[in-house]
């Protein structure tokens, strides 16, 4: 079946702008998380979401970054006045279930590699 | 989350099976063990998970000791397909705060040569 997809899969922007990252989790999966990961580095995480509700925010570097998600699907990264420092790939994942029950795997989606000139 | 040891880096012969080991010394025992695979360039790929006992699906095999303080992750025929960084986690199976926060560590690059 299909799986999470991201777009665009690469966003070139300049510095000060804003930019917004789409993810499409896999169908029926109530969770979604966000995730960046900088050249060579590991797994950052942003924010996680239950249905249309972000119960952990706490991966967010700074109020220049938000998300939301609607209808318990499509999820919406937006970088607003953008950085240098925010170049990175941003990954998405989602699981069918919530964490803490046996259907909490996540499963990623292929990334948007954000460069920010 | 308890932490792992995975090797830096690893060979194995096309068609034949990689055997890739995790150390978990400190688990506990409502922790699973994970395997993920990252591919030069592409997003996080699961491939299987287990808590005691041995699993199998159509990408691998993992041998969990009975001690639980370690496995290994079995790719049974290796192809050229299969080079890529492998993440082996551990993670508690409850919704405490975190406990779905993944964090990856460096990780086996394994190579798998012609």
């Known amino acids: 079946g299909a799986g999470v997809s991201q777009s665009p899969s690469n966003k070139v922007t300049e510095k000060g702008k804003d930019v917004e990252l789409r993810c499409d989790p896999i169908?029926?999966?109530?969770?979604l998380y966000w995730y960046r990961q900088s050249l060579g580095q590991g797994l950052e995480f942003l924010i996680y979401?239950?249905?249309?509700?972000?119960?952990?925010k706490s991966g967010l570097p700074s109020d220049r970054f938000s998300a939301e998600r609607t209808g318990g699907s499509v999820s919406t990264l937006t970088i607003q006045r953008t950085q240098q420092e925010d170049s990175a790939v941003y990954l998405c994942?989602?699981?069918?279930?919530?964490?803490?029950?046996?259907?909490?795997?996540?499963?990623f989606g292929p990334g948007t590699r954000l460069t920010v000139l | 989350d308890a932490k792992t040891t995975q090797p830096p880096s690893m060979d194995c012969a096309e068609g034949r099976a990689a055997n890739l080991p995790c150390n978990h010394s400190?688990?506990?025992?409502?922790?699973?063990v994970y395997w993920y695979r990252q591919i030069h360039s592409q997003g996080p790929q699961y491939i299987i998970h287990?808590?005691?006992n041995n699993e199998t699906n159509e990408m691998a095999s993992l041998i969990i000791t009975e001690d639980r303080k370690s496995s290994t992750l079995i790719l049974p025929h290796a192809t050229l397909r299969d080079t890529a960084v492998y993440y082996c986690?551990?993670?508690?199976?409850?919704?405490?705060?975190?406990?779905?926060?993944?964090?990856f560590g460096k990780g086996t690059k394994l190579s798998v040569i012609p």
């Open positions: 994942a989602s699981s069918l279930d919530a964490p803490g029950t046996g259907g909490d795997t996540q499963y």
């Open positions: 169908s029926g999966h109530t969770a």
């Open positions: 979401f239950q249905g249309n509700s972000a119960p952990d």
């Open positions: 400190t688990i506990s025992g409502n922790e699973y």
């Open positions: 287990g808590l005691k």
């Open positions: 986690i551990v993670r508690f199976a409850y919704s405490g705060a975190g406990s779905y926060q993944l964090t």
